[in-house]
Nanobody, 124 residues
Framework: VQLQAYGGGLVQAGGSLRLSCQASGPPLGYYAIGWFRQAPGKERELVGAANSDGEYTYYSESVKGRFTISRDNAKNTGYLQMNSLKPEDTAVYYC??????????????????WGQGTQVTVSS
């Protein structure tokens, strides 16, 4: 599956953004999806993941309660709704697809398909 992430931009602290992850090729509904981010000088980290139908989700502690992963399999698209954004959320955000969902045990190596990344910048 090929993925394309978009929707990033510049937003003030406290604002919201919604990222999208458009899939092409095999239906996105075959896959769990994950969202990751990488801030300058830091390693890429997991933001959250959702299973193939979106019934189960997992979020890192740093975003829990502020970010929401959803998906519209009919549109072959996944989403990351980001609310109450903070300057420390500034990063390049990536979506990824995996053939299985691991919840709290989700690892970067689980994901074989990656989008190209979209920049999110939160100003203070």
């Amino acid at each position: 599956v090929q993925l394309q992430a978009y929707g990033g931009g510049l937003v003030q602290a406290g604002g919201s953004l919604r990222l999208s992850c458009q899939a092409s090729g095999p239906p996105l509904g075959y896959y769990a999806i994950g969202w990751f981010r990488q801030a300058p000088g830091k390693e890429r980290e997991l933001v959250g993941a959702a299973n193939s139908d979106g019934e189960y989700t997992y979020y890192s502690e740093s975003v829990k309660g502020r970010f929401t992963i959803s998906r519209d399999n009919a549109k072959n698209t996944g989403y990351l709704q980001m609310n109450s954004l903070k300057p420390e959320d500034t990063a390049v955000y990536y979506c990824a697809a995996s053939s299985f969902y691991s919840g709290r045990n989700t690892k970067e190596r689980d994901f074989g398909s990656w989008g190209q990344g979209t920049q999110v910048t939160v100003s203070s």
